[in-house]
């Protein structure tokens, strides 16, 4: 699952709420319909940015699917935004299952990810699907490191130092 980090309290970097950890059930209302209905309203809201940036962007069959490109790389880059404001600052209660799971888990796809990815093949256009599923991997990697970054920075947080091995422990410098 995700990574620890450290501060007053421990948070899991995770996007799913895991109801067996104590401090992921503090993020459930007093009712758990009000975490779904935050998620629904987030789903709804994430889902109707992709359609309109699917009808801003259309292509044709044998087209690279910028549309479903963007969404998924801009999405990647603001979860991992929003991840690090949460774990550094924590939020409301609905914030991680409205905004995370609701608004950016409706805004981007990887259905329609794997959909572009097949038609482009069927349509004969297979170097086009190999370079798009590579670049939405590597891409959509990328943005959450960034996403996370910037909003450290932003934060006025610095990145660990890397771990230095002493030169005195065998295999040092090798």
């Given amino acids: 699952m995700g990574g620890r980090v450290s501060g007053p309290e421990q948070r899991r970097v ?4 895991d109801l067996r950890v104590p ?3 503090a993020e ?5 319909a009000a975490v779904l209905g935050a998620v629904a309203a987030g789903g709804a809201l994430g889902a109707l940015a ?4 699917s009808a801003a962007l259309p292509h044709g069959p044998t087209g690279f699917p910028w549309a479903t490109f963007a969404v998924n790389l801009s ?9 690090a404001v949460l774990t550094r600052r924590g939020g409301p209660a609905l914030a991680r299952p409205f905004l995370g799971v609701g608004v950016l888990g409706g805004y981007t796809t990887f259905s329609t990810y794997a959909v572009d990815a097949h038609h482009l093949v069927v349509a004969g256009a297979p170097a086009t699907a190999l370079a798009y599923l590579a670049a939405t991997l590597v891409g959509a990697l990328l943005a959450v490191a ?3 970054a910037v909003a450290d920075r932003l934060a006025g947080h610095r990145p660990a130092a890397p ?10 410098g090798r």
Avoid: F, K
């Fill in 23 to 25: 401090a992921d059930r």
């Fill in 28 to 32: 459930l209302a007093a009712h758990p």
């Fill in 14 to 17: 995770d996007p799913d709420v």
């Fill in 163 to 172: 771990v230095r091995r002493d030169a005195g422990t065998p295999g040092a």
């Fill in 146 to 148: 960034a996403g996370h």
């Fill in 75 to 83: 999405g990647c880059l603001l979860i991992g935004v929003l991840m």
């Fill in 50 to 53: 992709r359609a309109g940036v």
